[in-house]
């Protein structure tokens, strides 16, 4: 007989108490509804069995209680069997349950268990069941003794498991996907001691799968499914001592853990302080999971393999990372902590080829050409530990492959599975789990292999066909690189690239053609375009003649790649020169608030002044052409910046003026300490949170701002003032004429909608360096709403103004709504541009002479591609002629518009569009986008593309 396997807790013995699994026993009321009077047999209707009434209870009594055994007859067919026993445990206590272990000589699997008050489950299975012939002998298969007299009624309650053997193996890699987008992968292997059926929970039925592999010996293979994460084959959970054989002693595994219940699924936590991992097995968690992962999510056929459980994680952290999972029961406890994996910090490793290829770039779109008959070099270098191609801890796959007929960017082949193909033992893993080496190659079948501890790659001589290889170090996965066998034998196809023109003004569009190319020996079967010249062809098995379009000025290369009917490839390129308007990137910006740029040349060289995330920055060019720039420096304490304004001082150093709100607000001045500014000085000119929109300018040689004071009264709210400081720099150490300043205008009866606040030229608009303001007033008494005025100073200090207010166009209630204003002076004369909301176009006007007392008739500038456009208005003197530029709300272009002579009655036919669909600007008046110069006398345009949150300039491209 086999030795006493009784589970259940007895009487005093509470044997169930003292198995490894910990379970614990509590008093409860029996569960079932009814019981027999004298105990009764039921067959499981999962038994494997030729006749089940073969199986029978016979009972017999004594002075001591029941005895009842299990009896099998002849010819029974048994290949497993599962019965229940069912007593009254008001009437009986149960005392002892005895399995038989053989029956005439023949081995079985046998265990008998009080799974509840009342019920007491056997299970009896045949080794190997699958390939032996039943079991036919007759003999007892269990024995059962029961004494008078009530049990105590005990039941079991839901235990997660929590032993040494319920340490899951865990792997963790994070890095770039074959996307290219980062993400983070974590993976635990279903561990649960005696859950050999792998259903969540240790009964009775996990003798099933162990007598279905009993007597198997390992070590059991595993295969590797993506970068080293490995799939286990069933065995592994079936050996549930993991002394590398299935056998008796696993069947004790079920008895010492029997109850375990894991249908919580995995708890997944991670966290960058180690000390966070619990420090033993009822130790409860002290930081919530990043992920919890039900139990019928596992991957893998629980028949055939161990079940897995992944989390994955979109973008991988960038520091070190401690990651570990614990296994949850149906009642939300936590069980045993698993491997602990530490996830080195970024930055990852960086593959590459160390041996020189036939050709092409690694990338998916150009991947190498390599020879397969010759053996290739892989380098892996980290930021930080340096070259670490051999080191131990990194680790090499080759992923194959599409065969031939697939090609460079094809779609054809079949994927070879990865299969690493020495033993589980050998596989490498990071963290490595007990038992685990470092294994001597990485094997793709009909492919190739990279030996591990050589960092060498091999491919199978008569592959042909693509296949990528990538590697990982310390947990983190590095690039991928892109590999093509080509046929050798097969001659090379000649690719040549022509256009109807090679030159042209933008936007115009070329016609590019494939004519000229050829296969001496086949034919060509794929033409590939990179029509951006960034190496990644956009247009993949394309048409032999490509339409270009092309809408921004400079020097642009095409590529064309052809591919013969034996998969060689050949490229070449061509280069088109555009005349136009292009662009180049000066910072990050904000890609949802104004940039609110403003251009300036400051000794010789364009510089600008912009807000970068609330922050005023500073960027000077290294040229007078803009070209190239310098660094941007942040001005210190410039919080909450914007309606930004910037000048040139004498001795060619930058000065700047903005409106703060937030801590501190106010107006600000402030001054660079040089042309390429590092360092600055500021001072608060206006101090309250009612003064803003300031405008700066040098008047008299003196920087002299103009700004906006909301007095908050409803019936005189706007009020508008001018102040001019002492000295030619105005730094901290300066003064600021306060008092001496004047006002240009006190809104009592008018409502001041927009200010666009500027300050003419030293030399203009009168005589002497006085200033001139202007700006766009709601009159809703007179019933003349937004009429723009214009206001001079009869002297330098601005103590004293006049007002002259026009209309643009005639004077009817409505007529206009004018918006977005600019303005700027050219041959000492203002002159005035706004937007006319109601006709969605723009209207401009320049005084006729010094005295601006003669003003020119108002000119409409149309724009034929769009009706509504005008927004974020910027005018400037460019080479003596008026240039502007705006964005349409339409295709989210910015245009530029410059006169040809200096009239501005010419309708303004020279410029174009700068950029195109740039993001969706903000209508609001207060958002400033935009912002017009010259450079060497040519045009420069500062403008925020807010879909890419990038602040750019432009500049006119021609024709060499």
């Keep these: 007989m086999n030795r006493l396997l009784t589970i259940a807790a007895i009487g005093a013995t509470a044997l169930l108490a003292s198995c490894a699994g910990g379970h614990t026993l509590?008093?409860?009321?029996?569960?079932?509804?009814?019981?027999?009077?004298?105990?009764?047999?039921?067959?499981?209707?999962?038994?494997?069995?030729?006749?089940?009434?073969?199986?029978?209870?016979?009972?017999?009594?004594?002075?001591?209680?029941?005895?009842?055994?299990?009896?099998?007859?002849?010819?029974?067919?048994?290949?497993?069997?599962?019965?229940?026993?069912?007593?009254?445990?008001?009437?009986?206590?149960?005392?002892?349950?005895?399995?038989?272990?053989?029956?005439?000589?023949?081995q079985l699997l046998s265990m008998g268990v009080a799974s509840?008050?009342?019920?007491?489950?056997?299970?009896?299975?045949?080794?190997?069941?699958?390939?032996?012939?039943?079991?036919?002998?007759?003999?007892?298969?269990?024995?059962?003794?029961?004494?008078?007299?009530?049990?105590?009624?005990?039941?079991?309650?839901?235990?997660?498991?929590?032993?040494?053997?319920?340490?899951?193996?865990?792997?963790?890699?994070?890095?770039?996907?074959?996307?290219?987008?980062?993400?983070?992968?974590?993976?635990?292997?279903?561990?649960?001691?005696?859950?050999?059926?792998?259903?969540?929970?240790?009964?009775?039925?996990?003798?099933?799968?162990?007598?279905?592999?009993?007597?198997?010996?390992?070590?059991?293979?595993?295969?590797?499914?993506?970068?080293?994460?490995?799939?286990?084959?069933?065995?592994?959970?079936?050996?549930?001592?993991?002394?590398g054989e299935i056998n008796l002693a696993?069947?004790?595994?079920?008895?010492?853990?029997?109850?375990?219940?894991?249908?919580?699924?995995?708890?997944?936590?991670?966290?960058?302080?180690?000390?966070?991992?619990?420090?033993?097995?009822?130790?409860?968690?002290?930081?919530?999971?990043?992920?919890?992962?039900?139990?019928?999510?596992?991957?893998?056929?629980?028949?055939?393999?161990?079940?897995?459980?992944?989390?994955?994680?979109?973008?991988?952290?960038?520091?070190?990372?401690?990651?570990?999972?614990?296994?949850?029961?149906?009642?939300?406890?936590?069980?045993?902590?698993s491997h602990v994996a530490?996830?080195?910090?970024?930055?990852?490793?960086?593959?590459?080829?160390?041996?020189?290829?036939?050709?092409?770039?690694?990338?998916?779109?150009?991947?190498?050409?390599?020879?397969?008959?010759?053996?290739?070099?892989?380098?892996?270098?980290?930021?930080?530990?340096?070259?670490?191609?051999?080191?131990?801890?990194?680790?090499?796959?080759?992923?194959?492959?599409?065969?031939?007929?697939?090609?460079?960017?094809?779609?054809?082949?079949?994927?070879?599975?990865?299969?690493?193909?020495?033993?589980?033992?050998?596989?490498?893993?990071?963290?490595?789990?007990s038992g685990s080496t470092r294994g001597t190659s990485f094997i793709v079948p009909n492919v190739g292999e990279i030996d591990q501890a050589t960092a060498i790659l091999d491919i199978v001589d008569i592959y042909q066909g693509s296949f990528t290889i990538l590697a990982v170090y310390k947990g983190r996965i590095s690039n991928t690189l892109n590999l093509y066998a080509p046929d050798l034998d097969n001659l090379a196809p000649v690719a040549n690239i022509s256009a109807d023109s090679t030159t042209g003004v933008a936007p115009w569009t070329v016609t590019l053609s494939t004519l000229g190319s050829s296969d001496i020996d086949g034919t060509l079967e794929q033409y590939d375009w990179d029509l951006d010249g960034d190496g990644t062809y956009e247009i993949i098995a394309g048409s032999p003649?490509?339409?270009?379009?092309?809408?921004?000025?400079?020097?642009?290369?095409?590529?064309?790649?052809?591919?013969?009917?034996?998969?060689?490839?050949?490229?070449?390129?061509?280069?088109?020169?555009?005349e136009g308007w292009t662009s180049q990137t000066l910072d990050t910006v904000s890609d949802?608030?104004?940039?609110?740029?403003?251009?300036?040349?400051?000794?010789?060289?364009?510089?600008?002044?912009?807000?970068?995330?609330?922050?005023?920055?500073?960027?000077?060019?290294?040229?007078?052409?803009?070209?190239?720039?310098?660094?941007?420096?942040?001005?210190?304490?410039?919080?909450?910046?914007?309606?930004?304004?910037?000048?040139?001082?004498?001795?060619?150093?930058?000065?700047?003026?903005?409106?703060?709100?937030?801590?501190?607000?106010?107006?600000?001045?402030?001054?660079?300490?040089?042309?390429?500014?590092?360092?600055?000085q500021q001072v608060r000119v206006g101090s309250t949170d009612m003064d803003h929109s300031p405008s700066l300018n040098i008047i008299d040689g003196n920087p002299a701002l103009a700004y906006v004071w909301h007095t908050g009264d409803v019936d005189d709210p706007y009020n508008i003032y001018y102040v001019r400081a002492s000295d030619p720099v105005a730094g901290t150490g300066g003064d600021w004429d306060l008092f001496n300043g004047g006002t240009v205008w006190k809104g009592s009866e008018f409502h001041l909608d927009k200010t666009a606040l500027t300050i003419a030229d030293s030399s203009a608009p009168g005589t002497d360096g006085r200033p001139a303001v202007w700006y766009v007033l709601n009159n809703d008494q007179y019933d003349t709403p937004w009429r723009a005025y214009f206001s001079k100073s009869l002297n330098n200090q601005g103590t004293s103004w006049t007002l002259i207010p026009y209309s643009l166009g005639d004077n009817t209630p409505g007529d206009h709504r004018l918006q977005y204003a600019a303005a700027t002076s050219i041959v000492s004369r203002p002159h005035l541009v706004l937007r006319n909301d109601v006709t969605g176009g723009l209207l401009v006007r320049k005084a006729n002479d010094l005295s601006t007392t003669d003003w020119s008739a108002p000119a409409y500038i149309a724009d034929p591609d769009t009706p509504d456009f005008g927004y974020h208005l910027s005018c400037a003197n460019v080479a003596g002629f008026l240039g502007l530029a705006y964005w349409d709300s339409e295709f989210y272009n910015i245009t530029y518009r410059a006169t040809e002579t200096p009239a501005i009655d010419d309708g303004f036919p020279v410029g174009g569009v700068v950029a195109h669909d740039v993001g969706p600007y903000d209508y609001g008046h207060d958002a400033h986008y935009?912002?017009?110069?010259?450079?060497?006398?040519?045009?420069?345009?500062?403008?925020?593309?807010?879909?890419?949150?990038?602040?750019?300039?432009?500049?006119?491209?021609?024709?060499?």
Excluded: C, K
Aim: aromatic share 8%.
């Design 592 to 680: 949802t608030s104004p940039a609110d740029p403003m251009y300036q040349v400051i000794d010789g060289n364009p510089a600008v002044a912009y807000r970068r995330f609330n922050t005023l920055y500073y960027v000077r060019a290294a040229n007078p052409e803009g070209s190239a720039w310098n660094s941007p420096q942040a001005v210190p304490l410039s919080v909450t910046a914007s309606h930004i304004s910037l000048r040139e001082l004498a001795g060619g150093r930058p000065a700047m003026a903005y409106q703060r709100s937030g801590p501190d607000p106010g107006v600000y001045y402030v001054v660079g300490n040089a042309a390429n500014a590092t360092s600055f």
């Design 26 to 106: 509590q008093q409860a009321e029996p569960q079932r509804a009814a019981y027999p009077t004298r105990p009764a047999l039921s067959l499981d209707g999962s038994s494997l069995i030729g006749r089940p009434e073969a199986v029978r209870l016979e009972l017999s009594e004594d002075s001591g209680g029941i005895t009842a055994r299990l009896e099998l007859a002849a010819g029974a067919q048994l290949s497993t069997l599962y019965l229940d026993v069912a007593y009254d445990p008001a009437r009986y206590s149960l005392d002892t349950v005895e399995t038989a272990d053989s029956l005439a000589g023949q």
């Design 545 to 578: 003649n490509q339409l270009h379009d092309l809408t921004a000025g400079g020097y642009h290369t095409v590529r064309l790649r052809v591919t013969d009917d034996d998969l060689a490839t050949a490229v070449d390129t061509l280069e088109l020169t555009t």
């Design 250 to 337: 696993d069947l004790t595994v079920i008895g010492q853990h029997f109850g375990n219940d894991t249908l919580g699924g995995y708890n997944i936590y991670a966290s960058s302080n180690p000390a966070d991992v619990p420090e033993a097995a009822d130790a409860p968690s002290t930081i919530p999971p990043v992920s919890s992962v039900p139990f019928d999510s596992g991957s893998g056929d629980p028949v055939t393999d161990r079940l897995r459980y992944g989390y994955i994680q979109p973008s991988a952290p960038a520091g070190p990372v401690t990651l570990w999972a614990r296994p949850v029961d149906s009642e939300g406890n936590e069980g045993t902590v």
């Design 342 to 433: 530490v996830l080195d910090g970024a930055p990852g490793p960086v593959l590459s080829l160390d041996t020189a290829a036939l050709s092409g770039s690694g990338s998916e779109s150009d991947p190498y050409f390599v020879d397969p008959n010759i053996d290739y070099d892989l380098m892996l270098s980290h930021a930080v530990d340096g070259d670490v191609t051999l080191s131990s801890e990194a680790q090499y796959f080759l992923i194959g492959g599409f065969g031939v007929g697939s090609g460079p960017g094809g779609t054809g082949g079949e994927v070879i599975r990865i299969r690493e193909i020495t033993s589980a033992r050998e596989i490498l893993s990071y963290p490595p789990h």
């Design 930 to 960: 935009i912002s017009v110069g010259a450079a060497v006398g040519e045009p420069r345009i500062v403008y925020q593309a807010i879909d890419a949150g990038e602040l750019r300039i432009a500049s006119y491209f021609e024709l060499p």
């Design 116 to 243: 509840e008050p009342g019920l007491v489950q056997t299970g009896h299975v045949l080794p190997n069941f699958d390939v032996v012939e039943p079991l036919s002998s007759a003999g007892t298969l269990a024995t059962l003794h029961f004494s008078r007299g009530s049990e105590l009624p005990l039941r079991r309650t839901a235990m997660v498991p929590r032993s040494s053997r319920a340490e899951a193996p865990l792997t963790v890699f994070a890095g770039p996907m074959f996307s290219g987008g980062d993400a983070l992968i974590s993976t635990v292997q279903y561990t649960s001691p005696g859950d050999y059926d792998q259903n969540g929970l240790v009964t009775i039925a996990d003798l099933t799968p162990l007598g279905l592999h009993f007597g198997q010996t390992g070590p059991f293979a595993s295969d590797v499914d993506f970068i080293g994460i490995e799939s286990f084959p069933v065995e592994t959970v079936i050996d549930g001592d993991g002394n």
